[in-house]
């Protein structure tokens, strides 16, 4: 158990429709990270945050949007779905940035868009 | 393209035997790379890291290699056992596009699946 929680786990959703995938960072970690993992792309970066401010961004489109919030949960918000947004998503956190540690990751939240 | 990636998508050893997994970087800036296994149905998990200011760092049955001179990273597992099966993923620190000068995404290659023969 990495002490990384993400939630929901599953979710199917229909093209068109948003959905918001939850993160709670290990405790002490201030940095978290959104990647995405799908079959022919592997694990790409997201986005950053660093104590509730933008640290970095990778690739992300403009329909996703991410926060983070005073008691250090995060929010990934992906909103008018296509099919190739079906990927695993990972939530990771770290005590300050990268270079500083490790990565802890999360289980995961698998979105099937149909 | 992938600024990161494995030159083979799949490696069957045999119990027992060592595993050596390779990986190629481009970005000759990074300065932190990190192997991370990833089982089935699981997040990615840290195995272990090097700097560029490190040729080598040893774990416990894994050893890192970094070849600066030719860009190119190896992970070596000694005496594999039934639970290194898994896909393994090389990562450099790179600066983002748009990060505002944070460095702080890693990048991922695409994975190798080691398989374990009995």
Same mark, same amino acid.
């Given at each position: ?9 599953? !979710? ?14 290990? @405790?002490?970690?201030?940095?978290? #990270?959104? #990647? ?12 950053? #945050?660093?104590?509730?401010? +933008?640290?970095?961004?990778? $690739?992300?489109? %403009? ?8 008691? !250090?949960?995060?929010?990934?918000? /992906? ?22 540690? +490790?990565?802890?990751?999360? %289980?995961?939240?698998?979105?099937? &868009?149909? | ?6 030159? /083979?998508?799949? !490696?069957?050893v045999?119990e027992?035997? =060592?595993s050596?997994? =390779?990986?190629?970087? @481009? $970005?000759?800036? @990074? ?6 296994k990833?089982e ?12 560029? =200011? ?7 049955r894994v050893? &890192?290699? /970094? ?10 597992i000694?005496a594999t056992q039934p639970g290194d099966s898994a896909?393994y993923?090389?990562? %450099? ?21 080691l398989i374990i023969?009995?």
């Amino acid at each position: 158990d990495s002490g990384v929680t993400q939630t929901p786990k599953h !979710l199917i959703t229909a093209t068109g429709q948003r959905v918001t995938l939850r993160c709670s960072p290990r @405790s002490g970690d201030l940095s978290v #990270y959104w #990647y995405q993992q799908s079959l022919d792309q592997g694990l790409q970066f997201l986005i950053q #945050y660093y104590n509730g401010e +933008e640290r970095a961004k990778g $690739n992300i489109l %403009e329909r996703f949007s991410a926060q983070q919030f005073p008691d !250090l949960h995060s929010e990934l918000n /992906l909103s008018s779905l296509e099919l190739g947004d079906s990927a695993l998503y990972f939530c990771a956190s770290s005590v300050g940035g990268v270079l500083t540690g +490790e990565l802890f990751f999360g %289980e995961g939240s698998r979105l099937t &868009v149909l | 393209g992938e600024s990161v990636g494995l030159h /083979l998508p799949t !490696l069957s050893v045999q119990e027992g035997d =060592n595993s050596i997994i =390779n990986c190629a970087y @481009s $970005n000759s800036a @990074s300065d932190y790379f990190i192997w991370y296994k990833q089982e089935s149905g699981k997040g990615p998990q840290f195995i272990i890291d090097i700097r560029s =200011n490190m040729d080598k760092r040893q774990g416990q049955r894994v050893t &890192v290699l /970094l070849n600066k001179t030719v860009k190119h990273l190896s992970l070596q597992i000694a005496a594999t056992q039934p639970g290194d099966s898994a896909v393994y993923f090389c990562a %450099e620190n790179k600066i983002q596009p748009n990060s505002g000068g944070g460095a702080d995404g890693l990048t991922f290659g695409k994975g190798t699946h080691l398989i374990i023969q009995p």
